[in-house]
């Protein structure tokens, strides 16, 4: 479904990712671990193409650096960014409906929604609550059940843990596993390597904008070089 090659970020004279290669089959749930500065979320913006790139991303069979972002979203390439990014002043019905901006099906938009609150039932008790009044993980389920409106093919999350306590983290992760399990094909960016492993098949380890493990979650949890950088064993 996606596979980036030789991928490479530049913000001025600093270079952020210095060409990594990697690729998610359709119905995998892959995670992108490692540091802070890594090059975590800019992989990801690059791949939603809300920043430029070099190399190639190569998105359900087409090359994509060329397309704009809105293109990709009605392509099925759904983005949850760090920090949620949601609409505050806005209901939480009314941030979900947002997510379906680009879509004209009623119908099917309807669907989804129900689809949506039977993920997520905290958002359906709370559908007229102003979002920016929510908890941060409710705030974070709403950014998630957003993207999720039109189920895209291919959900990009970054970093869903971040600013959470463990009980609401457990929570979005159990909401992960729920979408995962309904067959969505996720890219998963996560600074909690034991959490992303323990939710992903495979995984990818990124230091100083390289890739430099790459393998099954099982053997990655087993790593002696994982352990001690990442699972402070
Ligand atoms: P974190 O887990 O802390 O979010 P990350 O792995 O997601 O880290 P990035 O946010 O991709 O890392 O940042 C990679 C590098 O690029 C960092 O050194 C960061 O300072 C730099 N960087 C990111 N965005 C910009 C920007 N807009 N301008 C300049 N440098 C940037």
Redesign the pocket.
Known sequence: MLAVVNLQ?H??G?S??KGISFAVEQNEIVCLI??????????L?ALARM?PSRGEIHYGGERIEALPSHELIGRGLALVP?GRGIFARLTVAENLAMGAYHRRDKAGIAGDLERIYGLLPRLRERAAQVAGTLSGGEQQMLAIGRALMGWPKLLLL??PSMGLAPLMVEKVFEVIRAVAAEGMTILL?E?NARLALEVCSRGYV?ES?LITLADSSAALLADPRVRSAYLGE
């Open positions: 970020i913000y001025g600093i952020a990712v490692g540091a802070n500065g890594a090059g975590k979320t800019s992989t913006k920043i760090e970054d970093e960016v600074q990124m904008g």
